[in-house]
């Protein structure tokens, strides 16, 4: 990382103690649904989140998250965190269908 020691010092060790981080190769890259279900035999049946490299949640705590665990745990029920994209740039984002 020739000239990224900045940016390497901003995420190096940012992860709590109690995180545990497991990454998975997709071999074949057919969305995130797909990679998802190759962390099926990782997870054996316990709730998990999947945060993404590329979003980044500014707060003071972890409020989208902790409100997204908390959900599960009141329901049992899978929980997706979602925003409304523009148009234009529709096509760099995975898109769910609300009805």
Known sequence: MQGKN???????NIIPKHVKCIFVRQPEQLGLGHAILYMERVVNNEPFTVLLADDFIISSRSVVVDKLIC???NSGKARLNVMEINRPKI???GTVKIN
């Open 71 to 73: 959900e599960f745990n």
């Open 91 to 93: 096509s760099k984002f």
């Open 6 to 12: 900045k940016q390497a010092d901003m995420v190096r």
